[in-house]
């Protein structure tokens, strides 16, 4: 890939696929299963991999590529391959660089979904994994063994908002040989760029922030070259592909990102610190709070907090519910990131696999609410908090 020319802001805007002879100003959809050749050797070179044109959109095409260049200029990567969704994207890092007999070492603070893929599908292929807490970095390195060939960390981590140092994580994978494999979703490559800290790839639910209005589904692996190329001969063959379609918008959107996470972060600020200190809550949970546990670490490696605010409800589930209900503007979906904001319950619904135990020891407990707050006046997101909140009791 070629070195882009601009600031990351500008690269997102301007990266564009080769105009056809149309001289269209916006990239048109490649809405094509597969591509042509003008001779036989032109195909069988193709095949043998001695030119970079398209084969079949399993493998690559023009509007995907254009999407995957442009997260790759944002995070600072290498290489990349874009996937039909988030979840595709981290089995696919995972399957593609472990073997049998390998070990995984992840926290435990990640996506319900990643979880029971760790837990319930990598055994079945003899990948054994262990769990560290993110909230004690100190505690990692006694966890490694001669066998763990990759650690997986979300930061800030879904839902609970838990952030560690990559730049220590990065010191201890580089001192035992092991990939470092960074979940960017929540912040983005806008607000935290994990390359620059050394990690070797990282992954994106590009359905969150980077759509940023609940369209369409989609995810995306950066990273190094060396690795990239082992995810993408594995994603080729088994064929969980971004759709041309969703690559389209999703490249349109990244447009945008920058602005959008701008706003994102700031309204999400005001509303934390609105809410900390309300009667009816027992915390108000938001990276640049001064009262995160892990403050001083977001400061450092991010530019700003991103769109997730949670707290915890006096009154536990029932409150919880009962505040859900009582919501007249905010959204309850299963989703984030999305230009409106949003209401959920994770003990309920995200993280309702993981048992009672499992969900206090990543931090979720019965009352937890997790806001993801859009790009409508904070006035009003907050009003609606406010009115719910009354209701909860």
Same mark, same amino acid.
């Given at each position: ?40 050797? =032109? ?15 399993? #493998? ?14 944002? =995070?600072?990567?290498?290489? @990349? ?21 390998? &070990? ?6 990640? #996506? @319900? ?72 979703? #929540? ?10 800290? @050394?990690? &070797? ?16 589904? @989609? ?5 190094? /070259? ?87 409800? +006096? ?7 009962? #505040?859900?209900? /009582?919501? +007249? ?21 995200? &993280? ?38 009354? +209701?909860?009791?």
């Amino acid at each position: 890939m070629e070195k882009d020319q601009y600031r990351p802001e500008t690269n997102a805007v301007r990266i564009q696929t080769e105009k056809t002879w149309q001289m269209e100003h916006s990239t048109p959809l490649f809405l094509t299963s597969s591509f042509t050749y003008d001779n036989a050797e =032109e195909m069988r070179a193709t095949f043998a991999d001695e030119t970079d044109n398209n084969i079949y959109s399993r #493998f690559s095409n023009p509007n995907v590529d254009e999407f995957v260049r442009k997260v790759c200029a944002l =995070e600072g990567a290498e290489a @990349g391959y874009a996937t039909s969704s988030g979840m595709s994207a981290i089995f696919a890092s995972f399957m593609a660089l472990l073997k049998t007999g390998d &070990h995984l070492l992840s926290a435990s603070s990640i #996506f @319900g979904s990643t979880h029971t893929v760790i837990t319930k599908y990598l055994p079945k292929w003899g990948i054994e994994h262990s769990y560290f807490d993110i909230n004690n970095p100190a505690g990692i390195e006694a966890l490694i063994k001669p066998n763990t060939k990759m650690i997986f960390v979300e930061t800030p981590s879904n839902p609970g908002l838990e952030i560690i140092d990559l730049d220590l994580l990065a010191g201890i994978a580089n001192k035992h040989n092991i990939i470092l494999n960074v979940d960017n979703c #929540f912040a983005s490559p806008v607000l935290q760029r994990p390359v620059a800290h @050394g990690v &070797h790839i990282v992954t994106h639910s590009a359905t969150k922030w980077m759509d940023g209005q609940g369209r369409v589904l @989609g995810g995306v692996v950066v990273g190094r /070259a060396d690795l990239i190329k082992e995810i993408y001969a594995f994603c080729r063959s088994t064929g969980p592909a971004m759709s041309p379609f969703n690559a389209w918008v999703l490249s349109k959107s990244m447009e945008t990102l920058h602005i959008r996470m701008a706003r994102h972060s700031e309204s999400a600020l005001a509303l934390a610190k609105a809410l900390e200190g309300n009667p009816l809550l027992e915390w108000v949970k938001y990276p640049m709070l001064e009262s995160h546990p892990q403050h001083a670490i977001a400061k450092k490696q991010m530019s700003g907090g991103g769109g997730i605010v949670c707290f915890e409800l +006096k009154g536990g589930l029932q409150s919880g519910t009962r #505040f859900l209900d /009582a919501l +007249k503007m905010l959204t309850l979906t299963a989703n984030l990131g999305d230009s409106r904001s949003i209401a959920s319950h994770p003990a309920s619904t995200t &993280h309702a696999k993981l048992t009672d135990t499992e969900r206090v020891q990543v931090g979720i407990t019965p009352g937890m609410i997790r806001i993801s707050v859009g790009l409508e006046n904070v006035q009003d997101i907050l009003d609606d908090i406010l009115q719910a909140l009354e +209701k909860s009791k």
